[in-house]
């Protein structure tokens, strides 16, 4: 079943080159962000967004503590109901499934490298545990980046940028703005 699109006077949305500009709780049309494909209802999702500005990082001297209070203090939410083909979204939970297999794999890999291989000098054999280490370190931080389809770039007068939409969709919702 496919669902009529949305007026985009109704939901306050644009295009602004290649970002999608919307007010808070937009709600777009019934299409795939990516895609630009019809999308069913049961394919619609909504989403809460968080934009920070990046001068936050200057207080990460005075310690995280301060940092996060200040961060939930000045970020700027958006509630965004969206499109969402299944294959894209498939493609996104793969993303996410090679992070986890990548992570665990790294974890074990150091374990099993010194039960497998005993009679390697003791300093290799360090360098390599503490090369592993750290990839399991960035893997860990990777698995907390880019879960999401679209992201927050900007924000300015209760205006946000969206960013990672296709450039059919944008086209597609410019057109319909005009129309």
């Given at each position: 079943m496919n669902l009529k699109p949305y007026s985009s006077k109704a939901s306050r949305f644009r295009v602004d080159g290649k970002?999608?500009?919307?007010?808070?709780?937009?709600?777009?049309?019934?299409?795939?962000v990516k895609t630009n494909q019809p999308v069913s209802k049961q394919h619609i999702v909504?989403?809460?967004?968080?934009?920070?500005s990046k001068w936050i990082l200057l207080l990460l001297p005075l310690g995280l503590i301060p940092c996060v209070i200040v961060y939930y203090v000045i970020a700027k939410?958006?509630?965004?109901?969206?499109?969402?083909?299944?294959?894209?979204?498939r493609k996104f939970r793969n993303r996410i499934l090679i992070k986890i297999a990548v992570t665990i794999g790294l974890l074990i890999s150091p374990i099993?490298?010194?039960?497998?291989?005993?009679?390697?000098?003791?300093?290799y054999l360090s360098l390599l545990v503490g090369v592993m280490f750290v990839?399991?370190?960035v893997?860990?931080?990777?698995?907390?980046?880019?879960?999401s389809p679209l992201k927050v770039v900007k924000h300015r007068r209760m205006e946000f940028w969206i960013a990672g939409c296709s450039m059919d969709f944008l086209a597609n919702i410019k057109?319909?703005?005009e129309s």
């Open positions: 970002f999608l500009v919307v007010e808070p709780c937009a709600v777009l049309p019934a299409i795939c909504t989403k809460q967004y968080v934009w920070c939410k958006c509630k965004l109901t969206f499109g969402l083909h299944p294959a894209a979204k099993v490298l010194i039960l497998a291989v005993p009679n390697v000098d003791n300093m990839l399991l370190i893997s860990i931080l990777l698995l907390f980046v880019g879960h057109s319909q703005a």
